[in-house]
């Protein structure tokens, strides 16, 4: 990447500080665009989930890995519970949905309440492992909520088998006009679900897996504790990536942290942060990180600056981390602040592997909150940083008392914020068209088929806030 005019700006940079000037390209569409990584982590599109644990859970880890993204799975949660996450995820189908399953008697109540955790908004009810209706919110609206399923569902959905190639799937969806198919194996048990745009997506998209074809999901742990305990126990458990992880990356504990988790041989990336300098990037690199992860301050749910006057804008962080982690080989991650699709297009423009997104999945049907409404119908979730008072809280519970009031008093995050759901992305597999779209798009007015040609190519200016004023859209007229 260079700056227009070869001019080095002589203040720091965020995203909305900088713009990508169009190049000539010799790119005939956006689907020539591979958004795949080349940090180890097999993604096969530059989206890291955010360790936070009002984002990142089971439901999350399944639905972004099968597009090619990866979540990590947050340090706060305890290992069994970890190990049966990995678990669960490497044994979803990699085209059909996790549906939720219900059987013939379990009332409507039930049904509405499980619905929301799916964005297709249905549930499959199943007799001895076999689909025999489905159920959606429409079919239970204006019915008695202690009904039975059995007597509301449409007994006959579209039936598809699972070998059917996704191409198919999606004529025999749009000609049948249904919300969405259900997949069943040779025996006629259930195999999963599919919706119209489930099965574009599968044509399109490129499922992280590992060497046994299962999805690949991260996990992280913290710098406190017996780091090599918990790192060995999430290898053996099958996590594809270890992220070692703390507000304050560059510091002795750190690096005692990434010994540690080295020591054990590692077969799988490791990521560490937070950092925002070259030197921080070289000193995580030097004690063992194949990726580091930059960004202080950033997050959405961070009050890290207002707290203490530390961090960097955000792009700036990522490009001089992203060339110290180049010249030894390495990689890093942009972590955090990321609103918009032009967020990430930039963030990899300046040279991260990957763009770790947070609370803007937060509002989404995946993300392991309930979803809530407001007092103006508006679908929303709750979310919370990781170093807020509730995080802490949650972090402490084995502790004493005492302790846990000491460490109380230390709180750099939100502890509840309302994230909404965009009406017309209310899953995170919308959230990822939107930004693949855009991004795809941005490397090929870069004249770039892959990220790497992407940073290659791109050049990046600088804008006043009218500048980026007049970027936005305008909803109504002026
Ligand atoms: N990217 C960012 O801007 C930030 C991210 N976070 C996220 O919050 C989560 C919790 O992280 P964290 O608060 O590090 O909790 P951890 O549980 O990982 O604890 C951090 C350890 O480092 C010590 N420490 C020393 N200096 C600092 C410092 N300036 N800030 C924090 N700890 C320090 C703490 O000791 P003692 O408590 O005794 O001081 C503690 O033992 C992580 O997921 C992290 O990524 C948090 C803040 C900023
Ligand atoms: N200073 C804090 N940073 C936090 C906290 N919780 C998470 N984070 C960081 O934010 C990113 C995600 O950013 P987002 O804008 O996409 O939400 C995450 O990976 C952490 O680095 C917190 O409580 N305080
Ligand atoms: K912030």
């Known amino acids: 990447m260079r700056f227009l005019h070869d001019q080095i700006p002589d203040h720091d940079l965020t995203y909305d500080d900088v713009f990508m000037v169009p190049r000539h390209s010799a790119i005939a569409s956006r689907y020539d665009v591979d958004l795949a990584t080349s940090d180890g982590t097999g993604a096969t599109l530059p989206l890291v989930v955010a360790n936070m644990t009002a984002i990142a859970g089971k439901r999350m880890a399944e639905t972004v890995a099968r597009r090619g993204g990866i979540v990590v799975i947050p340090q706060d949660i305890p290992i069994p519970v970890v190990a049966k996450v990995i678990a669960d995820v490497k044994t979803r189908h990699l085209v059909f949905d996790t549906p939720i399953e219900l059987t013939r008697h379990q009332t409507v109540a039930e049904a509405l309440s499980l619905i929301p955790k799916r964005s297709h908004r249905a549930a499959v009810v199943v007799d001895q492992g076999r689909p025999v209706g489905v159920v959606s919110e429409a079919d239970c609206a204006d ?35 249904s919300a969405l198919a259900v997949a069943v194996h040779a025996d006629g048990t259930l195999a999963g679900v599919l919706t119209r745009t489930g099965a574009l997506r599968a044509t399109l998209y490129t499922p992280a897996v590992d060497e046994s074809g299962g999805l690949r999901v991260a996990a992280a742990v913290g710098v406190n504790g017996d780091v090599a305990q918990r790192a060995a126990a999430l290898l053996a458990a099958g996590a594809d990536c270890l992220v070692v992880d703390t507000a304050h990356g560059h510091q002795d504990r750190m690096v005692d942290a990434l010994r540690a988790v080295r020591s054990l041989d590692p077969r799988v990336p490791v990521a560490a942060g937070n950092v925002v300098s070259a030197e921080g990037t070289r000193a995580l690199v030097e004690a063992g990180a194949d990726i580091v992860k930059v960004g202080v301050g950033p997050g959405a749910m961070c009050t890290t600056r207002m707290m203490t006057g530390v961090g960097r804008p955000q792009f700036s962080a990522v490009l001089e981390c992203a060339a110290a982690a180049r010249d030894l080989g390495k990689h890093v991650w942009a972590d955090g602040g990321v609103r918009h699709p032009r967020d990430v297009a930039l963030a990899l423009a300046a040279g991260a592997s990957s763009v770790m997104v947070g609370s803007w999945f937060a509002g989404t049907h995946e993300s392991p909150g309930d979803l809530l409404t407001d007092s103006k119908g508006r679908s929303y979730k709750v979310s919370f940083g990781m170093a807020s008072a509730r995080a802490v809280a949650n972090r402490t519970l084995t502790e004493s008392a005492y302790d846990r009031a000491r460490k109380g008093l230390y709180e750099e995050g939100i502890s509840s914020s309302r994230m909404y759901l965009d009406r017309d992305r209310p899953g995170v597999e919308d959230l990822i068209d939107h930004i693949c779209s855009g991004v795809r798009s941005a490397a090929t007015y870069a004249g770039a088929t892959t990220l790497a040609e992407l940073h290659e190519r791109a050049v990046v200016g600088v804008q006043s806030a009218a500048g980026y004023q007049e970027g936005r859209p305008l909803a109504t007229s002026w």
């Open 143 to 177: 019915v008695d909520r202690f009904a039975q399923v059995e007597h509301v569902m449409n007994p006959r959905p579209v039936l598809i088998s699972a070998d059917t190639d996704p191409r198919d799937a999606f004529d025999a969806i749009d000609q049948s006009r």
